[in-house]
């Protein structure tokens, strides 16, 4: 009887194990860049891009880049359609028993941009109109700094930019990492407000509980990937060392 239940724990082991011996299909935006994008030829590219192909390179595995969007990412993931995905929120405090996440892998700390010149501190935002996107739910996190009426929301950056351009808002905030990527690039040029803010835990890496084996692969190799200097070389490549 020992036998028997020794092998059948051989048997579901090693179907575990081999249910990431050749690929891991990866949930990505076809349209968010820094972070995620695909060109005419269905080639992926970004930051998540490169930073899943050295996970997926180390893991000794093909990465399968399939398009969601942020209304179908966590249908496609229950359905099982695909196995990891990003998603636009930080980390909850409080996580679900239904979901998994990665250690971060980025941090979701936010700046305050205005074109006012009256609004230097982050206490002249109050009572001013705040622009932040629908995605991120911040609107509790926002409404310490303003009125929950002040906070407006946007289904995309360009369109929060815009409205900030329009003076339709006062200032939005933008996660640090797209405010350097932005700036960088020369895409913006408005004037920081106060000092980055803290809003959640970081961005992880998304799974269902079956696959929580593959988020612990994972966190292996994003420790390894800081230490050895691997993860700085594709932040920095988006994102510069320093503004």
């Known amino acids: 009887m020992k036998l028997v239940k020794h092998f059948l724990f051989l048997i579901l082991f090693v179907s575990t194990t081999l249910a990431y011996s ?24 970004g930051f998540c891009i490169d930073l899943m192909n050295e996970i997926c390179k180390r893991l000794n595995v093909v990465c399968e880049y ?30 679900s028993q239904n979901y998994v996440y990665s250690l971060p892998f980025m941090t979701s700390d936010g700046q305050f941009l205005t074109m006012s010149s009256n609004i230097k501190t982050i206490a002249d935002l109050k009572d001013k109109k705040i622009g932040t996107l629908e995605a991120s739910h911040l609107e509790d996190t926002l409404a310490l700094y303003t009125s929950k009426d002040n906070i407006k929301t946007y289904p995309k950056i360009s369109l929060m930019i815009t409205a900030l351009l ?26 920081t407000v106060g000092k980055p803010i ?34 700085e070389n594709i932040y920095n490549k988006y994102f510069g060392s320093n503004l």
């Open 22 to 45: 050749n690929s891991i299909i990866v949930g990505v935006s076809k349209s968010a860049p820094p972070f995620s994008a695909v060109d005419g030829s269905n080639h992926y590219f």
């Open 66 to 95: 399939k398009p969601v969007t942020i209304k179908n990412q966590i249908d496609q993931l229950n359905a099982g359609s695909i196995d990891i995905t990003f998603p636009p929120s930080p980390i909850p405090q409080t996580t």
């Open 166 to 191: 329009n003076n339709d808002v006062d200032a939005i905030v933008l996660n640090i990492n797209i405010f350097k990527y932005l700036t960088i690039n020369k895409v913006i040029n408005f004037q």
């Open 198 to 231: 803290i809003l959640g835990n970081g961005y992880g890496i998304l799974a269902l509980p079956k696959n929580t084996a593959l988020i612990n692969s994972i966190n292996k190799i994003l420790l390894q990937m800081e230490n050895d200097g691997a993860y």
